[in-house]
């Protein structure tokens, strides 16, 4: 161990977030970070000769997961500031991705999201930190905590009871102009030859500091032949739909509300992603403008012609947004 980094060391500089320590504890330290399970609440994390004090795994949040642990991903202190940060160790993982026939193969690349980090530095859409190698080697992420909620939550959270009439004409408008701030950022990697990896709706938070959505989380890639951009582009039409319909639009809640509309739905007009959600949401809700409703058929199994890039979509949504009659909402 470093001697600057005695055991004494560590509990003066780690009292203020662990006053109740035992007389003659010894912390566990860790400067190789490859079995990360082994790292636990209370241990010491010392990477680029900086202390990290561990308070827990963070966990994840996606479809309702909320207790499934990331063991890769750490909450911790910076004994040398007091700041709590986001510490992401390595883990690698891949799968297959379908999406209308086209087929995805992705996979988790920590050198990518160290690289896209360094790319971003303070740009105000994305969350910042820096990355390090640890003493074997491994490229260890440490992000800069954002406080906030997700644009998601937010939407869900808002005003209860509300129909989506009233959300659509009169909060949407805002809604639409945090998403399309969004998609720019999205265009910024895309024209520096990066890919988001990721793009769904909990990876966009809303820092309650700056008021400006911020993406995280781009750990993954991805690989396909025709279009290297394809899998953030889908992604980017799951979120708008979500936005779009102040929540997904399930046939399984259209049954239960005995919605007339479902005699009119078919095949081409669900999501190309998730078949079981309504891309054309006109059919659901037929004060929804014909023009914003063709932006979401891009997006659905009956779509002939897909977004290649963000500047298709964003032309799209500009010219929606220039001319939209909804009323200015607060976000």
Known sequence: ??????????????????????????????????????????????LNNVPYLVRHN???????????VKFWVKR??????????????VFYEKFLARVGGIEFECFRSPRKEARILNLVGKHPNFMH???????KGNIVRIIDLIYGQTLADHVRDMV????????????????????????EAVRFLHENGEKHGDVRRDHILLDRDMGRCRWIDFDYNFRHRENMYGYDMFGLGNVLMYLAGMGDVLIADLKRAGSPALTA????????V???RVANLRKIYPYIPESFNRILMHFSRG????YDNTIQLLDDLNEFRSGFPGRQGGI
């Open 274 to 276: 998730f078949n079981n």
């Open 76 to 89: 911790a202190i910076d004994l040398t500031t007091g700041k709590t940060k986001i510490i992401k160790l």
């Open 160 to 183: 209860p009871g509300m129909s989506h009439e009233a959300y659509f004409l009169n909060h949407f408008k805002e809604v639409l102009d945090n998403y399309i701030e969004c998609v």
């Open 265 to 272: 739905l078919r095949d081409e007009d669900m999501n190309i």
């Open 129 to 135: 930190g820096f990355s390090v190698p640890d003493d």
């Open 1 to 46: 161990m470093n001697e600057d980094f005695s055991q004494e060391t560590l509990h003066q500089l780690a009292s203020p977030w662990l006053a109740s320590q035992r007389p003659g504890h010894r912390f566990n330290v860790f400067r190789d970070t490859s079995d990360f399970y082994r790292i636990e609440y209370g241990d010491i994390l010392i």
């Open 303 to 306: 779509a002939n012609i897909f």
């Open 58 to 68: 963070a966990k994840e949040g996606r479809f309702g997961l909320d207790d499934e």
